[in-house]
């Protein structure tokens, strides 16, 4: 058992170095999903325009706390990764190859068939 869960850990490491992106994603859309998980909580405990009492009356009280909090989660999840994606640092362009032409253009022949 302790060597399939270091095998495992292992893999996740490797798939981590390989992936940095989809790390930093993954990263940001647990963070998003925490953040998600705080404003509903936050909403229902406060009972911001009696929304909890308006969840708890209903005949599904679980339907509704569900799409609730699904809503919250992609809206949240998706703005914390999409914001992780912003910040990354541009690439700075290569600078042009010297041609030895001094840098003028060179004209381009065109055949037609």
């Known amino acids: 058992m302790n060597a399939k869960l270091r ?4 893999a996740i490491r490797r798939w981590r170095r390989d992936n940095p992106i ?3 994603l993954a990263v940001n859309l ?3 999903l925490l953040v998600a998980a705080i ?3 936050g909403l229902l405990l406060l009972d911001t325009h009696g929304l909890r009492s308006l969840i708890l009356r209903d005949q599904a ?7 609730l909090s699904f809503g919250f989660a992609i809206t949240f999840g998706s703005l914390l990764m999409g914001s992780a ?4 640092p541009r690439e ?3 600078a042009p190859r010297d041609r030895g032409d001094g840098g003028q253009p060179l004209p381009a ?5």
Not at 109 to 113: F, G, H, P, V
């Open 22 to 24: 989809f790390a930093l």
């Open 39 to 41: 404003a509903v909580g």
């Open 61 to 67: 009280p679980f339907a509704a706390l569900l799409l």
């Open 92 to 94: 700075t362009p290569q």
């Open 7 to 10: 095998h495992l850990r292992n």
């Open 109 to 113: 022949t065109l055949r037609a068939d």
């Open 85 to 88: 994606i912003m910040r990354l």
């Open 30 to 32: 647990g963070a998003g």
